[in-house]
């Protein structure tokens, strides 16, 4: 009885936003077991995708399948005892304290650098490319580079601090073009060991720490797709590290994704799977932030291209795959899948966003052109 009270709901629910379980377009789903409907009724997103993981049900475009669930809302229609829960968790406790820094580096970027490296582009950049005038993966990452790079205005002979240097390849990408020096900072030890592999020779510095440890100082500082595992408790701490790491007249950039909202946990699914700990921050909890501490001199939107990037490392993934499932379990692939076109789905549908913020310490003085 259960069951079919839950089937009738979730069949509501689809047909809201034009998906039709059992249907033979591409993003309707087909449900091979029955204990889907009750496990997303009771436990949305994290029953849907340990659902799918285990192979009880399937869906041929699952980007255009998130994609519609998400542009009709219908996340904020099932709200699960569970994500009261987290939310109540993230309220009283710093998710993202000190000693859990390194939970994300083991979980997640330590699982293979035989996966990153055939999912990525050949410089292994693990974030959102900037597809302006281009058309391959490895063009979008080095046009992203270069945006970057030029935001912040790079002079040979600087300092520059990359916190969450993942792979190396932004690193060495800056000493190689702009003739800078670099320090990179992770929480993976497994990236570190490529990082320092890829920028042999350079002047580039790697090391494994907690933002929160960092001492010196630099001309410029940025961080590209890292701040989605700070948590909202430590927002300020971050822009205070920052701010004393960084030279009087020096500028920042913040490359995150970005909630609609503010939110005081991650979805259960992706903490589980994907990223422990991780939280999107949202516009108002940046800028509650940064405010005494850094002058505001540009905010870039470029969302869609977070869904051209995820898309290509898709094809990469389903392309490689035959070498890599000696390594991995089907249930990974499934789950990595998952991943991948979810995110994809949801930036379509513009429930999170992608950000470039730019900062400067004392401001900009006369007229700045910032790069687009």
């Given at each position: ?5 839950c089937?009738?709901q ?14 033979n377009?591409p993003?309707?789903?087909q449900?091979h077991?029955p204990l889907?409907?009750r ?5 949305g997103?994290?029953?849907?995708g340990e659902?799918?993981?285990?192979g009880?049900?399937?869906c041929?475009?699952?980007e255009?399948?998130f994609f ?6 219908l996340d904020e229609k ?8 987290g939310k109540?968790i ?10 859990r820094?390194f939970?994300?580096?083991e979980t997640?970027?330590?699982i293979g ?13 693990y ?6 005038n281009a058309?391959?993966?490895?063009e979008?990452?080095?046009k992203?580079?270069h ?6 205005m790079l002079?040979?002979g ?5 916190i ?8 060495r990408?800056?000493s ?9 900072i ?8 490529i ?12 090391e ?13 500082i940025?961080s590209?797709g ?19 790491c960084l030279n009087p ?10 909630s609609?909202k503010p939110?005081t ?7 589980k ?5 991780s ?9 509650e ?9 540009d ?5 869609y ?9 898709y094809?990469?993934f389903?392309?490689e795959?035959p070498?890599?499932?000696s390594?991995?379990s ?6 990595w899948r998952?991943?991948?076109?979810s995110?994809?789905?949801a930036?379509?549908?513009?429930s999170?966003?992608?950000w ?6 004392k401001g900009?003085?006369g007229r700045?052109?910032?790069?687009r």
């Amino acid at each position: 009885m259960l069951e079919q009270f839950c089937k009738k709901q979730l069949e509501r629910l689809f047909e809201s936003a034009d998906v039709i379980i059992g249907g033979n377009r591409p993003w309707d789903i087909q449900i091979h077991n029955p204990l889907v409907f009750r496990r997303t009724i009771t436990e949305g997103n994290f029953g849907l995708g340990e659902s799918y993981m285990d192979g009880l049900w399937d869906c041929c475009d699952l980007e255009e399948f998130f994609f519609r669930l998400l542009s009709s809302k219908l996340d904020e229609k099932v709200i699960t005892p569970a994500d009261r829960f987290g939310k109540w968790i993230g309220c009283i406790r710093n998710l993202q304290s000190p000693s859990r820094a390194f939970t994300v580096g083991e979980t997640h970027y330590n699982i293979g650098n035989d996966l990153y490296a055939a999912m990525l582009d050949r410089q292994m950049i693990y974030s959102c490319g900037y597809w302006k005038n281009a058309t391959t993966l490895d063009e979008a990452q080095e046009k992203k580079l270069h945006l970057v790079f030029e935001k912040l205005m790079l002079e040979p002979g600087m300092s520059v601090l990359d916190i969450g240097c993942g792979w190396g390849g932004a690193a060495r990408f800056a000493s190689e073009h702009y003739n800078v020096s670099v320090t990179g900072i992770t929480v993976s030890t497994e990236q570190a060991k490529i990082a320092r592999e890829q920028c042999s020779g350079l002047p580039v510095t790697i090391e494994v720490i907690d933002y929160r440890d960092l001492q010196g100082s630099f001309d410029r500082i940025y961080s590209i797709g890292m701040f989605e595992h700070v948590g909202y408790k430590n927002y300020r701490e971050y822009f205070e590290t920052v701010s004393r790491c960084l030279n009087p007249d020096g500028m920042t950039l913040l490359h995150t994704i970005g909630s609609q909202k503010p939110c005081t946990n991650g979805d259960q699914w992706s903490c589980k799977y994907i990223f422990p700990n991780s939280m999107l921050p949202s516009a108002s909890q940046i800028t509650e932030n940064y405010e005494g501490l850094f002058t505001l001199e540009d905010w870039h939107v470029f969302t869609y291209d977070y869904v051209l990037t995820l898309k290509a490392w898709y094809d990469n993934f389903e392309k490689e795959w035959p070498n890599l499932q000696s390594l991995y379990s089907e249930r990974f692939h499934r789950m990595w899948r998952y991943y991948l076109l979810s995110f994809a789905g949801a930036f379509h549908a513009r429930s999170i966003e992608l950000w470039q913020v730019l900062f400067s310490k004392k401001g900009l003085m006369g007229r700045t052109e910032i790069p687009r």
